[in-house]
């Protein structure tokens, strides 16, 4: 049975950092490009960050270029989401997925497995 599972949400201040994980089972994860998305109440849900089966190659979406790190521990099936100086308008239900694209890639149509999410609030 095919699992993913977000964990390390929570609540944090503006200029904040939160660090985000994924645990993967049932599937063979070291084959599988990964990504993460997010979707705030009232939007579609939209990309955050991809990466490589191999972690050699990454993307990310503009507005989190250079705030958000994407990365990826094959051995233990682990991705995760470092994301430092968060803004207000970070504020959304974060989603890891999993992909059999052998490229990187933005679309969401584009995942075959999905995780619960896990939210993530930025607050004063």
């Known amino acids: 049975q095919v699992k993913l599972v977000e964990s390390g949400g929570g609540l944090v201040q503006p200029g904040g950092s939160l660090r985000l994980s994924c645990g993967a089972s049932?599937?063979?994860?070291?084959?599988?490009?990964m990504g993460w998305f997010r979707q705030a109440p009232g939007k579609e849900r939209e990309f955050v960050a991809a990466?490589?089966?191999?972690?050699?190659?990454?993307n990310y979406a503009d507005s989190v270029k250079g705030r958000f790190t994407i990365s990826r521990d094959n051995a233990k099936n682990m991705m995760y989401l470092q994301m430092n100086s968060l803004k207000p308008e970070d504020t959304a239900v974060y989603y890891c997925?999993?992909?059999?694209?052998?490229?990187?890639?933005?679309?969401?149509?584009?995942?075959?497995?999905w995780g619960q999410g896990t939210q993530v609030t930025v607050s004063s």
């Open positions: 049932g599937f063979a994860f070291s084959s599988y490009s």
């Open positions: 990466i490589s089966w191999s972690g050699g190659s990454t």
């Open positions: 997925a999993a992909t059999r694209s052998i490229v990187v890639v933005t679309a969401t149509r584009a995942y075959d497995y």
